[in-house]
């Protein structure tokens, strides 16, 4: 089934979950690019994601080198512009961290290991079963962010994923924040892993069919302006 | 324009806990190199910068710490060895 909605999916040098993210989005049968990293306009699409992986080799800290790529650079005038969706995804959520799009920023794992497993989560919003099951595979997700950060997540509602059992050591036990004000959502699990039955998990579905709702909201609203455009004249 | 080099050692912020030194104290602990141990871990850079004088070269390598070689949300960094090359 073709979808009205076109993802472009940013890939940096190191990036390695950029095809998992695209099978995943033309499951719901978007219309699905990749970008790569050097491209400076960003407003066909509806959705960005910012994938998992090691943009860059993650050299100095995670996330850090790709905050200065242009495709990055691009990704601020989209979300001020508020064109849509951007989606980071583990090393994503890093890059978010990095250009300051999200709040706080990812450190070392507590444990000091490279966790990858499956972990249950809390989810706050609505669409979501209490609880799903989301793969992790990070050595950097530990949240950090000072208290009066941590005050306002928790006052504008951003609290999006939570550990039910806290695997790395993040404060408020958070997983993934979502700003809603600005369309932006991060998270260190992978819900772009849980899409297909063979691989033994599709709770990533929740997610994904969470983002369709949502960004078809947008495009109607988009077609809606449109249309109230063509009546004034 | 001239040239300078300089040391720069990003360090994690106080009360900012660093796991990869727990586990060297923890290392130094076992082995009886050390019985009292406290390790903090961070990170070298050594890098030469262009500048008219050195008040605009130490102006653009705090830019240089502060958006590239650390993020001050984590960490702070400190300039050694400035010195016209």
Redesign the interface.
């Given at each position: 089934m073709k979808s009205g909605i076109k993802a472009g999916i940013i890939v940096f040098p190191g990036t390695n979950c950029d095809i998992d993210t695209r099978r995943a989005c033309e499951f719901y049968g978007w219309q699905t690019e990749f970008i790569w990293h050097d491209e400076k306009n960003l407003d066909k699409y509806d959705v960005i994601f910012l994938p998992g992986g090691f943009s860059y080799g993650d050299y100095i800290r995670a996330g850090r080198l790709a905050k200065f790529s242009p495709a990055v650079m691009a990704l601020k005038d989209y979300v001020k512009a508020k064109r849509g969706f951007v989606i980071g995804i583990c090393n994503g959520f890093q890059v978010l961290c990095e250009t300051k799009l999200l709040p706080g920023i990812l450190s070392t794992n507590t444990n000091t290991k490279f966790i990858c497993e499956e972990v249950e989560l809390s989810v706050n919003h609505e669409g979501f079963p209490g609880t799903v099951k989301f793969a992790i595979a990070h050595g950097e997700g530990r949240y950090i962010a000072d208290e009066a950060v941590l005050e306002e997540i928790v006052a504008k509602n951003m609290l999006f994923l939570r550990y039910n059992d806290n695997p790395n050591g993040s404060a408020l036990d958070i997983a993934g924040l979502y700003d809603k004000e600005n369309k932006i959502i991060g998270m260190m699990p992978h819900p772009e892993r849980g899409i297909f039955a063979e691989t033994g998990n599709t709770d990533g579905r929740y997610f994904f069919e969470m983002l369709e709702r949502e960004l078809n909201k947008n495009l109607c609203a988009c077609k809606y302006t449109a249309c109230s455009q063509a009546e004034e004249y | 324009m001239k040239k300078y080099k300089a040391d720069i050692i990003v360090s994690l912020k106080n009360g900012?806990?660093d796991?990869?030194g727990?586990?060297v104290d923890t290392v130094l602990k076992r082995t009886g190199m050390e019985e009292d141990a406290t390790v903090q871990t961070g990170?070298f850079f050594t890098l030469s910068i262009t500048g008219e004088d050195e008040t605009s070269a130490k102006s653009k390598l705090n830019v240089i710490c502060e958006e590239?070689?650390s993020?001050p949300?984590?960490e702070t960094y400190k300039i050694e060895r400035f010195s016209e090359v």
């Open positions: - | 900012v806990r796991p990869q727990a586990a990170k590239v070689l993020n949300v984590l």
